[in-house]
């Protein structure tokens, strides 16, 4: 699987990330990964106030990442047949939308 | 105009130029990759290497020989580790950590070294082989990603939990405990259980106390006793009787 890109992970415009999964499953690899990059210093560090809950289960059910943005939308992601580059990708999207001024002030 | 010009560039017929400006020229040893000289240039495209084209190509057939990759000597010291541990400690947890600051990982070390926790790092590939090699090969599914291990010779699954709730980004995944592996909500539940002395206590009261009820019985005045013996004599034939009736 390829890398991230060199774009940080910046969770400025999200609440909250509810991450569960079960981990004696197979299918759980990319969903652990993605909690890992999200989850890191620097990626916490963009946004204090976001909660990262994680929740280990063991009833076989699919690994899901539940994204609960500032403004209310939720984000599902059903991370059994997703990579961890693809949820990325669609996660940084996004955030991306959500936070389009915030990010060019910041370029700027 | 042209006989006068190649008069001063060329005085003798055949001859290079007397005066040639050098002004422009770089020289030998220079910073950038400086550009070949043209014929350098012709004489290497010409006589570039051509490796040969195999006749099948790479990924058509299975390899003959199976290649058996052999372990490095790093990576046998680190399995002869892990196999000590697994044969001294009674608890090995697998822990999931996202992220954790070196002041996090200190605290957590400190707190968990003053219960005999000891925390391990070993590379997922090693403890990934060792384990579809040992018996304990399925928790081969729980290393994934960043883990860490937390291995202790008694199995104290409360105080570990607790030291756990303290740090956000630890997530517990699952357990070995005494040859048996459990999952996070089983440790919750092994945490829960009394100490074995406790149980044994329970149990083998459990299993006297019809003897030690017949015991204090026994132990009371002979009047006493003889009361008892006769009201239960006298109850035993009030329910014959009955009985007695209702079958006839």
Redesign the interface.
Known sequence: MAAPTKAAVVLKAVKKIIVQFCPFESNVRSTREFLALVASEKARSTNLNCEVITTVKHDKSEPVVDVTFVDGERLLLKGAKLSRSEMLSAFQSYCAAKDPLGKAGAKK | MAATLCGKLLPKQGWLPLIQSVRHGSKAVTRHRKPLHFLKQKLLAVTRYVPPKPVVPKGAYPAEKQQVQKDSDFVLILKRDLKKLFQECKMIA?V?N??S?VEEMINLKYKLYKHGITVKFFPNQVMRSFLSDSVHS?MA??I???TVLFVSKEPKAKEMLRTLRSS??M????ACIDDTLL????VVNYSKLPSVSVVQGELVSGLTMMTSHTASMLQRHPAHLSALLQQYVKQNSSEEAPKAEEAT
């Not at chain 2, 999952?183 to 089983?186: F, N, P, R, V």
């Open positions: 697998v999931h996202s992220n600051t399925n599914p729980l994934v990603g960043p956000p980004q997530t517990l995944l699952g999952s996070a909500q089983g």
